[in-house]
């Protein structure tokens, strides 16, 4: 099975400042790679899905980019409402794999 | 309102079941492939099972697999997650979470229920 993997496990930065997340894959597999957003107590909610595209309703500071083993989700300035652990997952066939999750704080 | 509702959490001793329903609204749940996802307390997002739209294709995680049971009933609008054989570490927020699946489209899982809590402890 498809191990995932993120970095950092957890980030601090100031509001406005450029924040980026990785996700490598332990294998390549298409571009079935979507991003998650839980900010804490509440229900995960999908950001980004296909690598790049940004779900209904998400703003447009946030983007994601990627392909085979290697991915990303940037914020490309950020806010204080984007304090949350973001996931990314797998979904192309089952086991639909989640990473183990980055925490964004701000400074 | 597109909606998914989970009920059926509880506490339960180890080694005993429990089964956790989904109620579906403001879509053609028939449509979709569905799936349940937990989270342990403090702990990140684990994928526990999906099903598809007909029933015809079942996947379990290992961790689950052979304990539990998903089925779905599209004349209800209702999936379902029979839990047997429960452990300590089965204790997690259980969500489902609905996808949409063809030949020519696989989607993430855009809508998600609001969790139902289960507790494996003697």
């Keep these: ?11 601090s930065a100031s509001v ?27 229900v995960p909610k999908l950001l980004i899905y296909g690598a790049s595209t940004l779900q209904s309703g998400v703003p447009s500071r ?4 990627g392909s085979g083993t290697y991915f990303t989700l940037t914020i490309s ?11 990314c997952q797998k979904y192309d066939s089952a086991p639909f794999t989640f990473g183990p999750g980055t925490k964004v704080n701000i400074k | 309102e597109v909606q998914l509702v989970e009920s059926g959490g509880g506490l339960v001793k180890p080694g005993g079941s429990l089964r956790l329903s989904c109620a579906a609204s403001g879509f053609t749940f028939g449509d979709y492939s569905m799936t349940w996802v937990r989270q342990a307390p403090g702990k990140g997002l684990e994928w526990v099972s999906a099903i598809s739209s007909g029933s015809s294709f079942i996947f379990y995680a290992d961790s689950v697999k052979g304990r539990f049971t998903i089925s779905r009933d599209n004349a209800k609008n209702s999936l379902y997650l029979q839990m047997n054989s429960l452990r300590a570490e089965d204790t997690a927020v259980y969500y489902c979470a609905r996808r949409y699946y063809s030949d020519s489209r696989r989607d993430a899982f855009d809508i998600w229920g609001q969790g ?3 507790t494996v402890s003697s």
């Design chain 1, 77 to 87: 300035s950020l806010q204080p409402e984007d304090v949350a652990t973001y996931y």
């Design chain 1, 1 to 11: 099975d498809i191990q995932m993997t993120q970095s950092p496990s957890s980030l």
């Design chain 1, 16 to 42: 406005g400042d450029r924040v980026t997340i990785t996700c490598r894959a332990s294998q390549g597999f298409s571009n079935y790679l979507a991003w998650y957003k839980q900010k804490p107590g509440k």
């Design chain 1, 62 to 65: 946030f983007s994601g980019s």
């Design chain 2, 116 to 118: 139902t809590m289960v």
